[in-house]
């Protein structure tokens, strides 16, 4: 009885994520120990991931001991999110806003990280240029923004800082 309940909500959240955004891809590992490594992550550090996901890249941050956020439109992510961030035992940490991140502002974050798309890529270019200060360390896994030099490129993850 339980089951079909939880296909039909799957489902539903598949379909707000083809209306709303891009289908959840997970990052792989060795990109996210890219990210953590590259990016110089550590204590004092406010992060966030841009399409937060399963919550793996922020839970990765907050490992690090950094404030990290992340923001989710799909909540049946979000929810796995919080979950896993409880079981990890980060809950001061790791944070999961159920938002679709082009309404907030990224001024307070020292770290951006994003899995996005093509498409989206010079808007948040335009975006982060616009918010984010002087020093913000950005990771981009796949899609490099159009006219930012990355700094370096590791296991698919571009480097910038703004």
């Known amino acids: 009885m339980l ?7 799957v489902g539903i959240a598949g379909l707000v994520s083809l209306r709303r955004g891009a289908f959840f891809v997970p990052t792989n590992k060795a990109a996210v120990s890219s990210m953590i490594e590259g990016l110089r992550v550590e204590p004092g550090d406010r992060a966030v991931d841009l399409g937060s996901g399963d919550g ?3 839970i990765a941050l907050a490992g690090t001991g950094a404030e990290a956020h992340g923001y989710e439109h799909n909540p049946i992510l979000v929810w796995w999110s919080r979950h896993k961030i409880r079981k990890a035992g980060l809950s001061g940490r790791a944070f999961i806003h159920c938002s679709n991140f082009w309404n907030n502002d990224f001024s307070g974050f ?10 989206i890529m010079a808007a948040l270019e335009a975006k982060l240029k616009k918010e984010a200060k002087p020093g913000t360390r950005i990771a981009s896994y796949t899609f490099p923004f159009p006219t930012l030099k990355p700094l370096v ?3 698919g993850v571009y480097f910038y800082k703004i």
């Open 3 to 9: 089951f079909p309940i939880i296909v039909f909500t």
């Open 110 to 119: 020292t770290v951006v990280t994003v899995f996005g798309i093509s498409y």
């Open 56 to 58: 793996r890249i922020v």
């Open 153 to 155: 490129r590791k296991n």
